[in-house]
């Protein structure tokens, strides 16, 4: 099942703050964020387990909220390096495959 | 340290051809993943292997297969292309299986253009 992103694009300048979301109809065992820039493979950022822990990267953090089945990337005073797609892949239990959303766009301006 | 790589990293096929794509993994990581990625859309995902054994295999039609090597290198073989075969084929590595904190790393993939 594949997880939903929103939003699909999202334009910020310098400094601002931006949040993306990925819920799943399922229950969730795992939910990844990858960032992929253009003509580039995914570059892993972090993964969240059960338990609606968050975890930080740089200034971008998530967290996972089990109950709702949503996970949801934070970029604090973004730069213009956070430029990318953003994918989140879930996983529905420790033996399934890494399923991704379709993305959200990021793009940082000066 | 070597990353993921994978060959060709373009190729140009027509219509009914049959295409091979090459994949390393990281060193010492036991499991390979493919991925198929349509512009502006994610990674679909295809097969997964471990221990040259198929752990996962994606919805996608008997054309495609896939293997493992004693080596943890894998191949992804397409038969009969068709235009919407159009895409980027992704490889990634991991060190295992079955652990939920399994981080993939991806190669820079495959452009596979069908004519």
């Known amino acids: 099942q594949q997880p939903v992103q929103s939003p699909q694009a999202v334009i910020l300048r310098e400094g601002e703050d931006a949040v993306i979301n990925c819920s799943s109809s399922?229950?969730?065992?795992?939910v990844h964020w990858y960032r992929q820039k253009h003509g580039e493979a995914p570059v892993f950022l972090m993964i969240?387990?059960?338990?609606?822990e968050q975890k930080g990267h740089e200034k971008i953090s998530a967290s996972f909220n089990e109950k709702k089945q949503q996970s949801s990337l934070y970029l604090t005073a973004s730069q213009l390096s956070y430029s990318g797609t953003y994918f989140c892949?879930?996983?529905?239990?420790?033996?399934?495959?890494?399923?991704f959303g379709k993305g959200t766009r990021l793009s940082v301006i000066a | 340290d070597a990353g993921v790589t994978q060959s060709p990293t373009h190729l140009i096929k027509t219509r009914g051809q049959h295409v091979t794509l090459r994949c390393s993994p990281i060193s010492g990581h036991k499991s390979v993943s493919w991925y198929q990625q349509v512009l502006g859309q994610g990674p679909q995902f295809i097969f997964q292997y471990y221990e040259k054994e198929e752990r996962g295999r994606g919805n996608f039609p008997d054309r495609f297969s896939a293997r493992q090597f004693p080596n943890y290198s894998s191949e992804l073989n397409v038969n009969a292309l068709l235009l919407g075969d159009s895409a980027l084929y992704l490889c990634?590595?991991?060190?295992?299986?079955?652990?939920?904190?399994?981080?993939?790393?991806f190669g820079s993939g495959t452009q596979l253009s069908v004519l």
């Open positions: 990634a590595s991991s060190l295992g299986w079955g652990q939920a904190n399994e981080k993939l790393f």
């Open positions: 892949g879930t996983e529905n239990s420790g033996n399934t495959p890494l399923v």
């Open positions: 969240l387990l059960k338990g609606g």
């Open positions: 399922k229950a969730l065992y795992s």
